[in-house]
């Protein structure tokens, strides 16, 4: 297909690899961090990994947003689900993540309406269908998929509906990268930027990256190609002294985003004062949360969920896999009591998360680890 | 249920920093919708009112059922 073969060249991959293996310094070791689960995905899917050199390392960041959901948000949508006329509606993966009592699909098989959807316009879809039952969106994402609950809240103020609310757990990019960039544990020479993020928010919140902390961004697409050369860019920047945003995938991402998409969030949604993020606990103004003008659509509201905080089981690592800390294998649980079937902590859940994507398509390959 | 099943492929399109391209069949102007194919021939209803207006042939970047921008012709 169009847009898709041309970035998938083997003979060009092998170029750039070899500009790669030109471009590091023997000695030095480079830490990159992908910031997006997706980036993640393709990393382990195209074995990426596998052809940079031994001193350039890649660290998986915080980018899939259902391994970031906390237990206890998990917790409060089983409880909404089990209210009486309610159909829960979320995406695929998000019913597979663990609560403190099970995850949303065990509630369905427990005798709760939870219903998968693709997108949140099917949830609303489901709510016309349903006039008799309250029909519940649980929305997480980043700002990639926060427009689109954005405009479906917009759409069902303006057909009137009165028994569909969301459920809002979206998160924004920003607030837990200054979290990672501040945190003592974590040295990083470079970010991967996000590509469909960025496609919504633009390039430029990323300038604090090279402007307060000293370290290069460029935002990369998601086909093997897009990401050596995305890789290629930071190792060129880092070679030249250069630090700054650069913008690899250009054929998507303006460099001032969405506006429109910006401005229809800017009116359903306002930030909330503070956000627990799995792995990286409470971070300030890193989370999204309806807007007075769409309160009455807001279901933590309708049905004053219970909001308590659950720690994550201790045998789970996944708040060190998040922060890049450790490799996905290096827990204690991985690939042994926690799999993609049976998934203990979220990295496990989603194809995006680390762990999972290592466990699909890495596991195989490990001796080449970097040191 | 496995991530692939859940997500009816093995990337989840609806979950992640992830969108996918997808070419214009049809469009509903006074909606905001259009009919929209996947490259193995699937076809979904999408949202576009952050890239309208579209025309039949269009090439979407769409991630959880909305479009978030069109698709520009690599550099060559």
Redesign the interface.
């Known amino acids: ?4 073969d ?2 998938r060249d083997a003979e060009l991959g092998r170029a750039v690899a070899g500009e790669i293996l030109s471009l590091v310094e023997p000695g030095r070791h480079y830490k990159l961090m992908e910031v ?3 980036h993640t ?1 393709a990393i382990y ?1 195209y074995g990426i990994d596998d052809l940079l050199p031994a001193n350039v390392e890649l660290v998986h960041g915080p ?4 391994c970031v959901i906390p237990m206890g948000r998990v917790d409060d949508g089983i409880a909404v689900a089990h209210r009486d006329g309610v159909i829960f509606t979320c ?6 993540v663990p609560g403190s009592q099970g995850s949303l ?1 065990d509630a369905k098989a427990a005798g709760a309406d939870v219903r ?7 949830a609303l879809r489901i709510a016309k269908q349903n006039p008799d039952r309250e029909v519940v969106f649980f929305a ?3 700002e ?2 926060a ?2 609950t954005a ?1 479906t809240l917009k759409r069902a103020r303006l057909e009137g509906l009165r028994n569909f609310s969301v459920m809002c757990s979206h998160v924004t990019i920003v607030p837990p990268l200054r979290a990672l960039l501040e945190s003592p544990d974590l040295r990083l020479d470079g970010f991967i930027g ?4 960025s ?2 928010v633009g390039a430029r919140p990323f300038e604090f990256i090279p402007v307060d902390y000293g370290r290069p961004v460029v935002i990369s697409g ?1 086909e093997p190609l897009d990401i050596l050369q995305a890789i290629e860019m930071i190792l060129r920047q880092l070679a030249d002294g250069r630090c700054e945003v650069e913008n690899q995938y ?5 460099y001032e985003g ?1 506006l ?2 910006l401005e ?1 969030m800017a009116e359903v949604f306002e930030l909330r004062p503070h956000f627990e993020w799995r792995g990286l606990g409470f971070i300030s103004h890193s989370g999204l949360k309806l807007s007075d003008a769409y309160a009455d659509l807001d279901a933590e509201a309708r049905f004053s969920v219970p909001g308590v905080r659950v720690a994550d089981p201790k045998a789970c690592q996944c708040g060190e896999v998040l922060k890049g800390v450790i490799k996905p294998w290096e827990c204690k649980v991985f690939g042994t009591a926690c799999t ?2 049976r998934p203990i902590g979220t990295c496990m ?4 998360g680390a762990c ?1 994507a290592y466990y699909n398509f890495g596991r195989f390959a490990r001796e080449r680890q970097v040191v | ?8 492929s ?10 996918v ?1 997808m070419t214009v069949l049809a469009v509903d102007l006074d909606r905001a919708l259009a009919l929209c194919a996947h ?1 193995d021939g699937r076809r ?2 999408v ?1 576009t ?3 309208a207006p579209v025309a039949p042939g269009d ?1 979407l ?1 769409v ?4 479009a ?2 069109r ?5 060559t």
């Open positions: 297909m169009k847009f898709v041309e970035f997006c689960g997706g995905h899917k980018g899939c947003p259902v995406f695929g993966d998000m019913m597979r699909l998968m959807v693709y997108s949140p316009l099917d997480i994402g980043f990639t998929t427009p689109s405009l996000p590509g469909h993020v496609t919504v998601f250009k054929r998507v991402v303006p969405n429109r998409a229809v993609p079937e859940v989603s194809s995006e999972a | 249920m496995s991530a692939d099943e859940s997500c009816g093995e990337h989840c399109i609806t979950c992640g920093d992830d969108g391209p490259a979904e209803t949202e009112a952050l890239v090439v970047l991630h959880a059922g909305t978030l921008t698709l520009l012709e690599p550099a």
